[in-house]
Every structure is written in structure tokens, then in C-alpha cells.
């Protein structure tokens, strides 16, 4: 799902007006895939946080983040969203960590290799089955 046309941005959103409401729970913001996004976007936390604050609806986000965001061709933004999908753990350290999370939602799903997808099936999103040596899969 995208908002604005970016994946996690909605998601984004969504942590970020959380831990301002102090609701968060085991959700951390800005976590590596916001950093990412705001990175790929050019914008910091403390920008992003600030528009939250004084936005009250998605579509004043939208509208902020769009005029805020470095401008890129629709197709490069396309391309990065392909990647934050396909993006897997890039170290040891990582795959431990995404392995534990796993294992502790559904540890038969040995095929997952994406952090998106861990986040669909640890927020009981159906996750299709992959194939365990899917060649698509990125680990950057």
C-alpha cells in the first residue's frame, strides 16, 4: 500500500503520531525503514515529527510531504519503493534479529526473507508464501 505514493509512509505517519500520543508500545519511531524513507526523501525525524504535530489528517501530510520531498522522476520513486519491499536483513546481526522476530510470530515461515513482509505477518497481514531462494530478494 502506498500514501502519496511512497510505501511506509502511512505507516510512518501512523508511529510517529503514536509515540507524540505516547501510545507507541513495542512500535519505534524513527526506526531503519523511517530513517530510510526520510533519507530516500530528503527530510529528518525532527521535520517529519514537526509536520505530524501540526497536521491533522493524511492528506495535510501528504500534501507537506510532497511539497517537502526531494523531487525525483515517478519512476526512481517507483524503484524505491520496490526496494524498501524486497529489502531483507543486510548483516549476521541482522538475520539473527529478523530470524528471532520471526520465530516468535511464526517460526514455519522460513520463506519470508523481507522486512516488509515480517511486519505484514507480525500485524496478521496474509502474507503469501515465497520461495526460500527467491534471487528478487535485496539485502541493502
Not at 78 to 92: C, E, F, I, V, Y
Request: net charge negative; charged share 30%; with cysteine.
Amino acid at each position: 500500500m502506498t500514501l502519496g505514493g511512497y510505501v511506509h509512509l502511512a505507516r510512518m505517519i501512523d508511529k510517529c503520531r503514536a509515540v507524540l500520543a505516547g501510545t507507541e508500545g513495542e512500535y519505534i519511531y524513527p526506526c531503519p525503514l523511517d530513517k530510510r524513507l526520510m533519507e530516500f526523501a530528503g527530510v529528518t525525524a525532527e521535520q517529519f515529527t514537526e509536520a505530524v504535530t501540526a497536521s491533522r489528517t493524511d492528506e495535510e501530510m501528504i500534501a507537506w510531504f510532497q511539497r517537502t520531498a526531494t523531487p525525483r522522476p515517478q519512476s526512481e520513486v517507483d524503484q524505491w519503493n520496490r526496494a524498501l519491499l524486497l529489502r531483507g536483513p543486510s548483516s549476521t546481526d541482522s538475520q539473527k534479529r529478523f530470524d528471532a522476530y520471526r520465530d516468535a510470530v511464526d517460526p514455519s515461515r522460513t520463506d519470508l526473507t523481507s522486512w516488509a513482509d515480517l511486519q505484514d505477518l507480525e500485524e496478521g497481514r496474509d502474507v503469501p508464501c515465497r520461495q526460500a531462494a527467491n534471487s528478487d530478494r535485496e539485502t541493502y
